[in-house]
């Protein structure tokens, strides 16, 4: 098998770079402004759970940064958020493949 001539940077975009990945990334960003917006406006006698659904659109990848201190544990919701959308973006770029090559004419 010859080796990919892409380097890591373009390699991450080719995955990245997609209407999944996009999709989700957009949805893992509307979470964290509402996320942010709860916590700024919203005044509170006890503590809320708003913080919780930024680990749950990131799961399960940010799950393994739950019981790191400090800012490793919000480091956890970016990992996740990439690594989540690595994973779509290569489902995506694999199913958009297999389509391309079933749909393709015989002869070309």
Known sequence: MAAS????????????????????????????????????LVERVDASFAGVWLFIVTAPTSFLFVTLPGELLLAGIAVGAVAQALALGAAYRSARGRAARRTSPAGA
């Not at 770079?17 to 916590?39: I, T």
């Open 5 to 40: 001539s892409r380097t890591l940077p373009q390699s991450l975009r080719h995955y990245l770079v997609n209407p999944a990945a996009l999709g989700y990334l957009a949805v893992v960003a509307a979470v964290g402004v509402w996320v942010g917006l709860d916590m700024l």
